[in-house]
């Protein structure tokens, strides 16, 4: 089973070599995970550290050495010109904003009034006209009433007059008669 070329030694001499590459492959790749374990632990080490120093200066800023140091930092750059003058300009621009939110407010209102005394007038002055209407209503039926009984009273008086004169006519006649 060999192939011409090929002797038998080849194949071992081959073999070897392959071998010989997989034993440095896998102690390469050993190397790299130790490596790689090593920096884990490195930056879980300096991870700790950091978190320890952060601790420490906290605690100093609080309740140590450092909480004068920084109070006073803070008070001296809080009288600072620039951080005055930014003060006064946030400051002048939170009292503009209320000052003009304020006037919105009432401006608001104010319309709200106005609506308000709109409806309670028109509501007056439509109760007004009900009113005069009624009154207007009224005087038309309380003249229409007296028309008809000056009418009434006038056709009373006519219908006595005649009667009258009817009665006075058959007196008359009656008077003559006798008369006769």
């Not at 011409?4 to 001499?13: I, N, V």
């Not at 609080?62 to 600072?80: F, I, P, S």
């Not at 009034?113 to 006209?129: C, D, G, P, V």
């Amino acid at each position: 089973g060999t192939s011409p070329g090929h002797s038998p030694m080849s194949d071992d001499e081959g073999g070897s070599v392959r071998f010989g590459f997989r034993k440095q492959q896998r102690m390469r790749e050993r190397e790299r995970r130790e490596r790689q374990r090593e920096d884990r632990r490195r930056q879980e080490r300096d991870a700790e550290e950091l978190r320890e120093v952060e601790a420490s200066v906290k605690r100093r800023l609080t309740d140590g050495d450092l909480k004068e140091q920084v109070v006073a930092r803070v008070v001296e750059l809080l009288k600072g010109e620039a951080v005055q003058a930014r003060i006064a300009s946030e400051a002048e621009t939170e009292l503009s904003r209320r000052h003009a939110e304020a006037l919105r407010v009432l401006e608001e209102e104010k319309r709200e009034q106005l609506i308000e005394a709109r409806r309670k007038e028109e509501a007056r002055l439509s109760e007004a006209r009900q009113l005069q209407d009624i009154l207007e209503e009224n005087s038309r039926k309380v003249a229409a009433e007296a028309r008809r009984r000056e009418e009434e009273e006038k056709r009373s008086k006519r219908e006595r007059e005649a009667e009258l004169a009817r009665l006075n006519t058959q007196r008359q006649r009656m008077a003559q008669q006798s008369v006769q």
